[in-house]
Structures are given as C-alpha cells and as structure tokens.
Nanobody, 124 residues
C-alpha cells in the first residue's frame, strides 16, 4: 500500500508563490509517473503536471506552463510543485497522485494512489 501526503497549501495574494510537497510512504516506492492535479470549486479534477519518477518526461497543462515547476527527490520519496505568479483561477484543492502502470497520462483515471489534497487559495 502507498500513502501520499500533500503539504504546503495556503492563502496567497495574486502574483505570489507557493511550494507544494507530496511525501510518499508505504511499499517500496517506484511509481512510473507522479502527477499533480487540482479541483477548483464546483469543477472536475484537472491535470496540472506530471513527471516520470526515473527521469525524463515532464508535462504541464497549458494553463500553468511557464509558472509552475514539478520536480522530485527520489531519495526522499517526495514530489514538489513550485507555483509562481499565482492567479485567482489557480484556486483549488491540489492533489498528488502516483501511477504504477507504464503510462504517462493526464487523466485522473490512470493514477492508482491519491493524497488527501491541500487547499490553495489565491486572492485578487
């Protein structure tokens, strides 16, 4: 079993920055891909970014490209999301997820394990 715990959310003014962390525990942790998703109020969960755990591919949603950076620390079993130039429309609950199949997907359905989420609120 895998447990994912997000942290780092909070309230920030537009233009500000936050860094989210997602720490994994449990079984030998070697996912194929780690992803960040978000769910704005009243909307469906949407893809933000993902990264191959053993290096290589990184993908971003167009809405965050150039402002958000995903990274990982394999030794700490942690994935990060650095969020800069935040906008009110970035307000959402942010989730990290792990995909152990050999796919690189932007669909939430492809991911096997999820964290509990952390709230990010950007005020205008």
């Amino acid at each position: 079993q895998v447990q994912l715990v997000e942290s780092g959310g909070g309230l920030v003014q537009a233009g500000g920055s936050l860094r989210l962390s997602c720490a994994a525990s449990g079984r030998t942790f070697s996912p194929y891909v780690m992803g960040w998703f978000r769910q704005p109020p009243g909307k469906e969960r949407e893809f933000v970014a993902n990264i191959r755990w053993n290096g290589g591919s990184i993908y971003y949603a167009d809405s965050v490209k150039g402002r958000f950076t995903i990274s990982r620390d394999n030794a700490k079993k942690t994935v990060y999301l650095q969020m800069n130039s935040l906008k009110p429309e970035d307000t959402a609950v942010y989730y990290c997820a792990a995909d152990f199949t050999r796919t690189i997907s932007t669909s939430p359905r492809a991911y096997d394990y999820w964290g509990q989420g952390t709230q990010v609120t950007v005020s205008s």
